[in-house]
């Protein structure tokens, strides 16, 4: 079966603000794990820009194929194969000093956003990052009406989806060793936080 390279237009839109963010923040990382790498292209524009870094890209089995086609036509030397990652199944063994993930945890069941903050403190070495990308609310209250129609049209798709709270997010990083570095404002009413491992 022929797979159709995919093509997610938010990624177009968001790449140039996440990547100003990230030349920052993994300016001394060199292995960074990516979780819900989607279509594949933040991977390839950021392995691009940031040579220094080894991409490693995941997710669910049936999104590998589309991002294995992204991978390929970039063919660039940082990026190995992506690896199979559900948040509540297996891990893999390597150590990385950043994981990043964007626009996830919104479409996530709650019970996985919690399998994924228990889980990362272990793939990640002392110091690391943990970088994550997309809206949240705060004091329960949404940042922006376009997010709180977001979040409607998320709950109606499924239920178990909807924008989080940032408190109880970084409750749940804290709770594994994770403390907060930054939570900045980002175009389009998103955040990128990131905490780093104790």
């Known amino acids: 079966m022929t797979v159709d390279k995919p093509f997610a237009p938010?990624?177009?839109?968001?790449?140039a603000p996440i990547l100003a963010v990230l030349r920052s923040l993994l300016a001394e990382r060199r292995m960074v794990?990516?979780?819900?790498?989607?279509?594949?292209?933040?991977?390839?524009?950021?392995?691009?820009?940031?040579?220094?870094?080894?991409?490693?890209?995941?997710?669910?089995?049936?999104n590998l194929p589309g991002i294995c086609l992204w991978l390929a036509d970039a063919a660039l030397p940082n990026t190995p194969a992506p690896i199979c990652l559900d948040v509540a199944g297996t891990w893999p063994q390597a150590q990385y000093d950043a994981v990043y993930t964007a626009n996830t945890l919104h479409i996530?069941?709650?019970?996985?956003?919690?399998?994924?903050?228990?889980?990362v403190a272990s793939v990640l070495t002392p110091g690391g990052l943990v970088i994550a990308y997309g809206p949240f609310k705060y004091l329960g209250e949404h940042t922006s009406a376009s997010n709180a129609a977001f979040d409607v049209s998320l709950r109606a798709s499924d239920p178990r989806r909807g924008?989080?709270?940032?408190?109880?997010?970084?409750?749940l990083a804290r709770a594994v060793g994770l403390e907060l570095v930054e939570d900045r404002a980002m175009p389009a009413n998103n955040r990128c936080v990131s905490w780093r491992r104790c």
């Open 10 to 15: 938010a990624c177009d839109r968001n790449r």
């Open 33 to 62: 794990l990516e979780i819900g790498s989607g279509t594949g292209q933040h991977a390839v524009h950021f392995a691009a820009a940031l040579p220094h870094l080894r991409w490693q890209t995941s997710d669910v089995r049936a």
């Open 163 to 171: 924008v989080r709270e940032f408190e109880l997010v970084d409750a």
């Open 108 to 119: 996530m069941g709650w019970p996985e956003v919690q399998a994924f903050f228990e889980r």
